[in-house]
């Protein structure tokens, strides 16, 4: 394959076409390298083509190393790092609102309950001494575990693990194939890291209109044998046409042939 570069500053590539001996590919085996990867890099890492919903997967499969999966661009990593914090976060504040919710509505129901007498309702000092849910003034405060970390900072000390914790917190979570396992992660740590779980369920599901066109365009498989390639669009208009026909019209003439 060679490169030329034009004088109005585009690039075209042209194959070598004539018969070669295997001693001379080295050349233009070279000259191809770059040219592919140059390609693959436009094709797959280029910011504007990744979806943000694959860097938010790449994000929630800590073990996976994001900055030599994204080429180490710097750009794109931290791209991948704000979308990932940004949709955690988004997460993070629906479950507040639905408790905040949630609580009121508790609230707005026991003030519409209706009010006993207070012979009835106050316990006796040895059923509130007796009482589970009794809090004493010798009881300790109830220690909350939100110490203001957030689901991202979470996720950013698992990909910071080293060595031997490291090791032992993926072995965790393997397969049956030896493989660190995304969703028996998140299953797992639904509780305890339940923006993830939310956030990995909707990132890692496919819509059902996915599946369909997948199986649509599965069908070229079907067809595209190697003899077929090398025809023309006409050739394979002509064959198209004709595969309808059969399948239309043989039944008709089957009898008479």
Not at 148 to 153: I, K, M, R, V
């Amino acid at each position: 394959m060679t490169k030329t570069t034009h004088s109005d500053g585009t690039v075209s590539y042209e194959r070598i076409r004539e018969p070669m001996e295997a001693a001379q590919l080295s050349t233009p085996a070279a000259q191809a390298r770059p040219i592919y990867s140059e390609e693959i890099k436009q094709r797959f890492f280029a910011d504007d083509k990744i979806m943000d919903r694959d860097l938010i997967a790449l994000c929630l499969n800590w073990p996976a190393d994001l900055r030599a999966t994204l080429g180490y661009d710097v750009g794109l990593i931290a791209r991948a790092k704000r979308v990932f914090n940004r949709a955690l976060q988004e997460i993070e504040e629906e479950l507040e609102d639905a408790a905040t919710a949630k609580s009121q509505s508790a609230k707005k129901q026991k003030k519409s309950a209706p009010k006993k007498s207070l012979e009835a309702s106050a316990p006796s000092i040895l059923q509130m001494a007796m009482s589970e849910g009794y809090a004493g003034a010798d009881e300790e405060p109830d220690k909350s575990d939100d110490d203001g970390e957030t689901t991202a900072d979470k996720f950013e000390k698992l990909r910071k693990l080293k060595g031997a914790a490291r090791t032992e917190e993926i072995r965790k979570y393997v397969n049956d194939a030896g493989e660190f396992s995304l969703l028996k992660f998140l299953d797992k740590n639904r509780d305890e890291l339940k923006p993830a779980f939310i956030l990995g369920r909707r990132t890692l599901a496919d819509p059902a209109g996915q599946s369909v066109s997948e199986s649509t365009f599965s069908i070229n498989a079907a067809f595209a044998t190697d003899l077929r390639r090398n025809f023309s669009p006409r050739v394979i208009s002509m064959m198209a046409k004709l595969n309808r026909n059969h399948a239309r019209l043989f039944n008709r003439i089957r009898a008479k042939i």
